[in-house]
């Protein structure tokens, strides 16, 4: 979808184009800016984060939107994963800026069980297999490839397009009014 704004100055009218793309872009370099932030249980701030309150930081700052808005869950990472809205899409279609989600209680876990049967930890895809997340175990944002890991391949549930989704644009269009 493509929203055209308009920017009144002395010499007339400016247009200017906002697409999806535009804002995927916004995401990842919002992101990038979060990298090697320390780790906080529950913090959803640059003063530390944890998965979910990372990913949830960049789409309100850039969107202005909860994204754990009428989701549920055992986690926060739980309500990413069921909100509002977005559609769950594999990793072969995730684009930059998708959330993606991992089956991930501890560092070990591998198998899907009863315990950890909701995603346990989320992060954001950047593009060429490269996603960036907020790792407990290393303390801080980092980044890491699906190509140089066979433990987040083992792990990946599936990823969320929330930026494709017609209202988060139309949300993004009041916002830059």
């Not at 994963?81 to 509002?84: G, R, V």
């Not at 930026?163 to 017609?166: E, F, M, Q, R």
């Given at each position: 979808m493509?929203?055209?704004?308009f920017?009144?100055k002395?010499?007339g009218?400016?247009?200017k184009?906002?697409?999806e793309?535009?804002i995927?872009?916004k995401?990842i370099?919002?992101?990038?800016l979060?990298?090697?932030?320390?780790?906080k249980?529950?913090?959803?701030?640059?003063d530390g984060?944890d998965c979910?309150?990372l990913v949830?930081?960049?789409y309100?700052?850039?969107?202005?939107?909860?994204?754990?808005?009428g989701?549920f869950?055992?986690?926060?990472?739980g309500k990413i994963?069921?909100?509002?809205c977005?559609?769950i899409i594999?990793?072969?279609?995730?684009?930059k800026?998708d959330?993606?989600?991992?089956?991930?209680?501890?560092?070990?876990e591998y198998e899907i069980?009863e315990?950890?049967?909701y995603?346990g930890?989320?992060?954001i895809?950047?593009?060429?297999?490269r996603?960036?997340?907020?790792?407990?175990t290393k303390?801080k944002?980092?980044?890491n490839?699906f190509s140089?890991?066979?433990y987040?391949?083992?792990?990946?549930v599936?990823?969320?397009d929330i930026?494709?989704?017609?209202e988060?644009?139309?949300?993004?269009?009041k916002?830059?009014r």
């Open positions: 493509t929203v055209i704004l920017y009144k002395r010499i009218v400016i247009k184009e906002i697409t793309q535009i995927r872009e995401i370099k919002l992101i990038l979060q990298k090697n932030i320390i780790y249980k529950g913090g959803h701030e640059p984060f979910a309150g949830w930081y960049v309100n700052e850039i969107l202005d939107i909860d994204i754990y808005e989701g869950g055992g986690s926060t990472t994963l069921t909100s509002y977005g559609k594999p990793l072969e279609e995730t684009k800026g959330i993606l989600f991992f089956h991930r209680q501890s560092k070990d069980t315990d950890n049967k995603p930890h989320c992060g895809y950047l593009g060429n297999n996603f960036i997340h907020c790792s407990g303390g944002v980092i980044i490839n140089k890991s066979e987040w391949n083992k792990v990946f599936s990823s969320k930026l494709s989704d017609p988060v644009i139309k949300v993004y269009q916002k830059t």
